[in-house]
């Protein structure tokens, strides 16, 4: 099973900052890797796909990078709304698995 | 619209069983594999099931496989997860997902529905 390491594990900015989020795996994935956003009470939101791919719908501010055991999602300035627990997953092997996430908080 | 509906969560006891349902409208169901993701109270997102679009291949983490069976009626629009042999570490919010084109990764979801494993 591959292991997704995800830190730091609460970020604490303001709004107007940069915020970089991490995901490390315990082996490569290639380029698959998803982020996910989630707000309290509601369901996941895909941001990002194979690594880099905004889904539909997503603003520019949100952008992936990275490959084999190292991403990165950065939100280039925060907004109100994108205070939330980030997700990544790898879609690289079974099972699917997810990160433990990344809380990013308003400071 | 495109909508996923969860339903069929509830508290049971320890050994019993449930039926969860997931009701998609405003896409052509039968075009798309689904996943069953759940949460634990407090906790990350965590996989469950998978199926195919035609029901040819299906998957299941380990800690659910041998209880928990994943179907879908293409014809009912609706994916279900039968889960047996319930723990108190089922416990969560149970969402289905659609995945997006041929990938593994989930673009739609529901909202959830509860499940609460206790005696």
């Known amino acids: 099973e591959i292991v997704l390491t995800q830190s730091p594990d609460t970020l604490s900015l303001s709004p107007g900052e940069r915020a970089t989020l991490s995901c490390r795996a315990s082996?490569?994935?290639?380029?698959?890797l998803a982020w996910y956003q989630q707000k309290p009470g509601q369901a996941p939101r895909l941001l990002i796909y194979?690594?880099?791919n905004r889904a539909t719908g997503i603003p520019a501010r949100f952008s992936g990078s990275g490959s084999g055991t190292d991403f990165t999602l950065t939100i280039s300035s925060l907004e109100p709304e994108d205070f939330a627990v980030y997700y990544c997953?790898?879609?690289?092997?079974?099972?699917?698995?997810f990160g433990g996430g990344t809380q990013v908080e308003i400071k | 619209e495109v909508h996923l509906v969860e339903s069929g969560g509830g508290l049971v006891k320890p050994g019993g069983s449930l039926r969860l349902s997931c009701a998609a409208s405003?896409?052509?169901?039968?075009?798309?594999?689904m996943n069953w993701v759940r949460q634990p109270p407090g906790k990350a997102l965590e996989w469950v099931s998978s199926?195919?679009?035609?029901?040819?291949?299906?998957n299941s983490a380990d800690s659910v496989k041998g209880r928990f069976t994943v179907s879908r009626d293409n014809a009912k629009n609706s994916l279900y997860l039968q889960m047996d042999s319930l723990r108190a570490e089922d416990t969560a919010v149970y969402y289905c997902?659609?995945?997006?084109?041929?990938?593994?990764?989930?673009?739609?979801w529901g909202k959830g529905t509860t499940v609460t494993v206790s005696s």
């Open positions: 997902a659609r995945l997006l084109l041929t990938t593994a990764y989930m673009d739609v």
């Open positions: 405003g896409f052509t169901f039968s075009d798309y594999s």
């Open positions: 199926i195919s679009s035609t029901s040819g291949y299906m």
């Open positions: 082996q490569s994935v290639h380029s698959n």
């Open positions: 194979d690594a880099s």
């Open positions: 997953q790898q879609r690289s092997s079974w099972p699917l698995t």
